[in-house]
Structure formats: structure tokens, C-alpha cells
T-cell receptor
């Protein structure tokens, strides 16, 4: 079945860039999403990218999509302590309810 | 006010009890979802509803049931709770008329089954 994989943990120093990676298996993806979950809260949409795009930039966030390798990444520039959270990659394939979430990457930002 | 609300936020219950988790939304979205989150497993879909008359099973529906009482309300029931249903439960909504159909999540209900 469809699968989305992420590494579970990432630590970076405050001010550095963070890169969170995600791989997926379904080649019929239509949209790919990044969500952020802060402690005690629900998932908050950060950004999404349509499958025919290679890159999307939104302020400190840059999303790169490599369809050939089925690889998605989220780069956070100038990472701050407030960026500490769990980041979920999600894939939508087809146009139904077909969303699949990755396990989440816990980002720790060290002072 | 939050667009997607869930009640209760925390619940402790005993094995065998029936409990209901409720979700309400003011976003006017037609589609609603229930997920559970377990550490290291991400989110898994329990049930989803495309409109009031359309209810569908997700990946892990066994032991759960749902009711879509109105477009804005979607409740999840555990008929006879068991300890491995201890998890964080999220309700989500989406608008089928938007191309990306982004999902919007409630704050979650933390359930502990003893």
C-alpha cells in the first residue's frame, strides 16, 4: 500500500537551517503537504505543493519536490526555538479522501 | 473562536465502557475525518464522511463507529473501549471545492483506557 516515510528526529542549532526529508511511494500523488504539530495542539498546515511543481517558497520555508525519486523536503531557514515541533509530511493521491501521513519528524532547536 | 473544536479534550475511561468523542466545525466544510495518533506511527484514518449521508471506513475502523449528525458535527464512538485504544484522537475537515483540499485539524482528544 501507499507509504510515507520520515526520519523521526532532527536536532539543529538556533539560527541554522533545518531540512526535513520525506519519501513516498505513490506515483499518482496530486498534492503533498507539510503540517506542524506543537505540543498539546492539533496539526497546523504549513504549506503544500502541487505535484507538477519542483519548488515552492514561503518566507522562511522552502519546499523541494523530486518526483523522479519521490522525495519531498522542507527547509526552514534561520531556525528559531519556536520552530521546535513535530513536522508531518502528507501525500494526497487521486482526488478522493486518499491522504496518507508520515510518522512525523520531531525537530529540536538547540540554543 | 476555533474553527474545529473537539470535546472532551481529555478523557479517562475503563475497559468495556462506551464513550463518545464529539467534533464541531464552523468552517462550512463538507468533508470530515477522524484520525488517531500513536507515537511513531503518524496519523491513521478511522472514518471519514464526504457529506451527511456518506460515511466511509478508513484504515482502522474496527471497534469504532461514527455519526454525522449535521454538516457541522461528526462524532466518534468507542462501543466497548479497550486499552489499545488509548491514543490521541483528531477530527479534521476539508472543503471538496478547493483543489488542494487542505485538511484543518481540531486540537485533539487525549483518551486513556484503563
Amino acid at each position: 500500500g501507499e507509504d510515507v516515510e520520515q526520519s523521526l528526529f532532527l536536532s539543529v542549532r538556533e539560527g541554522d537551517s533545518s531540512v526535513i526529508n520525506c519519501t513516498y511511494t505513490d506515483s499518482s500523488s496530486t498534492y503533498l503537504y507539510w503540517y506542524k504539530q506543537e505540543p498539546g495542539a492539533g496539526l497546523q498546515l504549513l504549506t503544500y505543493i502541487f505535484s507538477n511543481m519542483d519548488m515552492k517558497q514561503d518566507q522562511r520555508l522552502t519546499v523541494l519536490l523530486n518526483k523522479k525519486d519521490k522525495h519531498l523536503s522542507l527547509r526552514i531557514a534561520d531556525t528559531q526555538t519556536g520552530d521546535s515541533a513535530i513536522y508531518f509530511c502528507a501525500e494526497r493521491f487521486g482526488y478522493g479522501q486518499n491522504f496518507v501521513f508520515g510518522p512525523g519528524t520531531r525537530l529540536s532547536v538547540l540554543p | 473562536d476555533a474553527d474545529v473544536t473537539q470535546t472532551p479534550r481529555n478523557r479517562i475511561t475503563k475497559t468495556g465502557k462506551r464513550i463518545m468523542l464529539e467534533c464541531s466545525q464552523t468552517k462550512g466544510h463538507d468533508r470530515m475525518y477522524w484520525y488517531r495518533q500513536d507515537p511513531g506511527l503518524g496519523l491513521r484514518l478511522i472514518y471519514y464522511s464526504f457529506d451527511v449521508k456518506d460515511i466511509n471506513k478508513g484504515e482502522i475502523s474496527d471497534g469504532y463507529s461514527v455519526s454525522r449528525q449535521a454538516q457541522a458535527k461528526f462524532s466518534l464512538s468507542l462501543e466497548s473501549a479497550i486499552p489499545n485504544q488509548t491514543a490521541l484522537y483528531f477530527c479534521a475537515t476539508s472543503d471538496s471545492l478547493t483543489p488542494a483540499e487542505t485538511q484543518y485539524f481540531g486540537p485533539g482528544t487525549r483518551l486513556l483506557v484503563l
